[in-house]
């Protein structure tokens, strides 16, 4: 399944969701679905029957992405080679979900060598996000742990 449409059909809000038909949908279409915008606040993300919660903000699109990723072995060991990643598409002004971003923590988890202690569950991945940071220069989004 795309990352968008996972995680699109994962949103949970206070008056409705998760929407599940949202996984068949093409990510621009899961992107802009109105219940999106029509069902209150977020309160978190169900990702099949695994709750995630909303804070920190990025924390659920992050480890779908690097999921995601991690299953892309040739595109996964392609981004290990480089130190900066930009999203031309991301508008910080709509979104605080950044693939460069997350492509970025993948990166710098993998060098670490924490990825897969991260990847292992939602709480190892909750508390190594919150030892992350990624910076942002205006140039390019560069991830890195401290």
């Known amino acids: 399944m795309p990352v968008e449409c996972g995680f699109q059909a994962s949103n949970a809000f206070e008056n409705g969701g998760p929407f599940l038909d949202l996984l068949n949908a093409s990510p621009a279409d899961a992107k802009r679905d109105p219940r999106l915008q029509e069902s209150g606040r977020l309160t978190g993300f169900r990702f099949f029957k695994e709750e995630w919660p909303n804070k920190p ?3 659920f699109y992050d480890w779908i992405y690097l999921n995601a990723l991690h299953r892309q072995r040739e595109l996964a060991e392609a981004v290990i080679h480089y130190d900066i990643f930009t999203d031309i598409a991301f ?7 950044c693939r460069a971003g997350a492509v970025a923590l993948y990166v710098a988890l993998s ?3 924490e990825l897969l ?3 292992s569950s939602r709480e190892a991945f909750l508390d ?3 030892n992350a940071t990624i910076k942002d ?3 390019g989004v560069q991830g890195s742990l401290f």
């Open 91 to 97: 508008n910080p002004e709509k979104s605080i979900n």
């Open 57 to 59: 903000p990025k924390a």
């Open 111 to 113: 060098r670490r060598g």
């Open 137 to 139: 220069d205006g140039q």
């Open 117 to 119: 202690k991260a990847l």
């Open 128 to 130: 190594v996000e919150a």
